[in-house]
Nanobody, 122 residues
Framework: QVQLVESGGGLVQPGGSLRLSCVAS????????MAWYRQAPGKQRELVAT???????DYADSVKGRFAISRDNDKNAVYLEMNSLTPDDTAVYFC????????????????WGQGTQVTVSS
C-alpha cells in the first residue's frame, strides 16, 4: 500500500525558514510529477510548487524566489525549502505524487500526504 508522509512543519517567526520533506513508501515502480500544495483556514487548497521527474520546476507567484522544491527519485522523496516566511504562508502543506505506479496493482494513480502544519507567527 502506497503512503505519502510529510514532515518538517512547525512554528517559525516571520523571516525564518523551514524545510518540508515528503517520502512515498510502498512497492513503487515510478512517480511522475511531485508537488506541494497548501491550504490556509477558510481558503481553497492552492498549488505551491511542482517538480517533474527530470527536475523541471514551477512555482506559484507568491512563493517565487523564496521557496525551492527538489526531489530524490531514488528515495521517492520531495522537499520544499521555504525561506523569508511570512504569516501569509501559514497553512497546512500537502505533498502530492502524480502518476505513481506501484508494483502491487500495476495501476497509475495520484496520491496525497496527510499534511503538515506550518505556522508563521511572532
Amino acid at each position: 500500500q502506497v503512503q505519502l508522509v510529510e514532515s518538517g512543519g512547525g512554528l517559525v517567526q516571520p523571516g525564518g525558514s523551514l524545510r518540508l520533506s515528503c517520502v512515498a513508501s510502498g512497492r513503487i515502480h515510478s512517480i511522475g510529477t511531485m508537488a506541494w500544495y497548501r491550504q490556509a483556514p477558510g481558503k481553497q487548497r492552492e498549488l505551491v510548487a511542482t517538480i517533474a521527474r527530470k527536475g523541471s520546476t514551477d512555482y506559484a507567484d507568491s512563493v517565487k524566489g523564496r521557496f525551492a522544491i527538489s526531489r530524490d527519485n531514488d528515495k521517492n522523496a520531495v522537499y520544499l525549502e521555504m525561506n523569508s516566511l511570512t504569516p501569509d504562508d501559514t497553512a497546512v502543506y500537502f505533498c502530492k505524487a502524480e502518476r505513481l505506479i506501484d508494483y502491487t496493482s500495476g495501476w497509475e494513480n495520484d496520491y496525497w500526504g496527510q499534511g503538515t502544519q506550518v505556522t508563521v507567527s511572532s
